[in-house]
């Protein structure tokens, strides 16, 4: 065999991920694709992997990725002549208490958002269609009938023959020992059997990804974790089509395999394997069986199907796979390296997700850009944190603990913490502040009143917060509070070129005078939103870049990657040189100007501004900005002096009775005046003009920028999907996300986001009403709304204005 000296694309690895990307390239791209595995195909994880396939996640585009793997599963066999085993048995999930119900009738209306059907079974339904099963402590179960199960290795291997069928190159027994590199880009593979030149790399590498791509420098944050089930022998009146079935309350699953079953389990107290390298020769291996640690999952299991106690186990497997901190996987392109792709931490579900993992994956490749909103496993939803082997084992960990564990709405992890703490954090500490966390940052999520333990106590309907939130709301309306948001990502641009960067990157126009904020979208080709953040102008040549936490290696990377080519403009990451204060309310100014000198007037210092300011001896700069519809600044103070000017506000303050609030109230307030969240309201599926912020782009101007074609392509037409809000009276509902919109009785979209809006007294939603004939004013306005939330339908109105407005006088006078 000899390797070729050169290809388009290198895939590494050879099971269900890497050659479903290979697959995917070639047939779908033409692709001049090679794909090396260090032993034979499926011999890594894939090949013992139990085969359950669902397709149902909290987020659309992602449910949608696994949709299509049961779609490519089903006609795989057809084009390729190789069987992939896949069978629609369906799933059953039971549920044996109230929480869990209410989840299910939530995930049912998910199901039903997304354009699946799910449905709630009683208990007698469900031992009429799995009789084996004891079902005297079930509520009831939730039915997805188009999940299933397939066979691992053999989709892979039919995945393999379609690759090679459509021109791709795949070779065994090839281990990648290295890449060369020219600045952040590969340009050659070394293996063990020759070096291959080529344009792109696709990480594929299961467990070894972590490995593989710290050999180009890029960090994968995954941990491997055994994983047991075990396969029994035949266990009479067991049908050959029983569902799949998930007893999470149990922690256990089961499959029908060859007249036995299938069994196994996430338990609380997960094994986790090396936190060093993985050895290279583990082709087709397991750890030994270990019955002890198992035996937590058998005792549930007996209890559920007590057929189970009498037959024999045939084989136990006790594998690896790699799971994440997050419990989702990694895709997309490496931010430390330009043309490595990654497709790894696939959580468990690698075969139902890996058909259509393949897809969008060989995409991003191809284009450079996501096809989808794919945010919740892009790679660059991590940062430097995460190069942390002990703290992403630890957190790895506690989220494999959480697979089958009720999921609490805004539910917090609870391991690694405190990890990065803003100079506030004993201050707000004292005040009795409940902290959340965001990529490693501890923040205020609430402040425990006296008498109020200070903790979250999680529940389906109103949680414990709930009510001291609503008095933090009140009071930036009425008063004045303090948000710590240290944590905001922020960067600057400096450069002779950086306003003609900054022209081609950002929808908005921001190359105005020297002291001018401006929020703007940063976009797609395709026109989707893939950036929201605020950018001031410092100085002729630099500028002052602010964005959400999470988004701080995401948005880096955005804007580094369209400098256009020979710009002469740098960005630097300042997110630990400032601490952040946010200081709003009706008060505000009061409080400001008692504590500098400057002028902070709205003559001298009006809306959208940014000026450098001395508080407490300190040049701090203030920017006039809001997210919460109150007259404000966000302050961002060298670091070392976050407390002292924090002290000085609250000094000064006092006798406007300042407070500080935490993100639960921000959350709120910005409901009510309609600010659009990145990641929910807007993704990169939807264009500012479905969004209503095309007031934020510059298409009168005669620049050119990254999306414009497409804006321009649908400026014209109407559009099929816009932006709308929800009130929903009834104070028993509980708003989240998700819930189906209901137009005159029939599905027009789901919830982005929901929650509750102390002033307006209502529950509040948003999401895109969507009609494939267009939607217009009058289609919005005529119709008559309700809302799905838990399977019951409730009265609900429209909005296409804020809720809460009277305060924009206020706001920018
Ligand atoms: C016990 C168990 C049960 C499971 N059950 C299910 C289930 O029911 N449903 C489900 O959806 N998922 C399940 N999974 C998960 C599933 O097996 C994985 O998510 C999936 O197989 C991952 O595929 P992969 O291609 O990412 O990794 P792998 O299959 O591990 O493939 C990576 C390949 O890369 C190769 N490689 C590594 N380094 C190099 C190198 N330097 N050069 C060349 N090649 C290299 C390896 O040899 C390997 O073959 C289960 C996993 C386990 C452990």
Redesign the pocket.
Known sequence: MTLPSQAAVVV????????STAYHLARDHKVDVVL???????????????????QLRSSASITRVLKYSVDLYKGLEAETGLATGWKMTGCLRLATNADRWTEYKRLATTAKSFGMDMHLLSPAEVKAMWPLMETGDLVGASWLPTDG?AS?SDI?QSLAKGARMHGAKLYED????GFEMKGDRITAVK?NQGDIACDKVVN??????R??GAMAGINVPLQPV????IITEKIAGLATDAPTLRDPDRRT?F?EEVGGL?M?GYEPNPQAWTTGDVP?D??FRLFDDDYDHFEQHMVQAIARVPALEAVGVKQM??????FTPDGNFILGVAPECANMFV????????????GGAGWVLAQWVVDGEAPLDLWVVDMRRFSNLHRDRHWVCERTLEAYGKHYTIGFPHEEYASGRPRIVSPLYERLKQQRAVFGSKLGWERPNWFAPEGVEPRDVYSMGRQNWFAAVGDEHRHVREHVGIFDQSSFAKYELSGPDAAKALDWICANDVSKPVGRLTYTQLLNTRGGIEADLTVSRLAEEKFYIVTGTGFRTHDASWISDHIGEGLDARLTDVTEDFGTLSLMGPRARDVLSAVTGSDVSNASFPFGHIREIVIAGHTVRALRVTYVGELGWELHVPIAATGEVFDALMAAGRKHDIRPVGYRALESLRLEKGYRAWGSDITPNDTPLEAGLGWAVKLRKNTDFVGRRALEKVGGASLKKRFAGFTVDDPEIVLLGRETILRDGEPVGYLTSGGHGYTVGKNIGYGYVRSADGVSDDFLASGSYELVVAMQRTPANIHLEPLYDPAMERVKA
């Not at 690895?13 to 890497?18: H, R």
């Not at 090839?174 to 020992?177: A, I, L, S």
């Open positions: 590494i690895g050879g099971g269900i991920i890497g050659c090396l595995e260090q032993g034979k195909l499926t011999s890594g994880s894939t090949w013992h992997a139990a085969g359950l396939v669902g199960q691992p892979t090839v281990r990648v020992t293996t594929c590498a299961g467990q070894w990804a490995q593989v055994k994983h047991q089930y699953y499959k299938v196994g290279n583990w082709e497997i006790n594998g690896p796979e790699s497709g790894a931490g696939f959580n468990a579900f690698g075969i139902a997700s890996g």
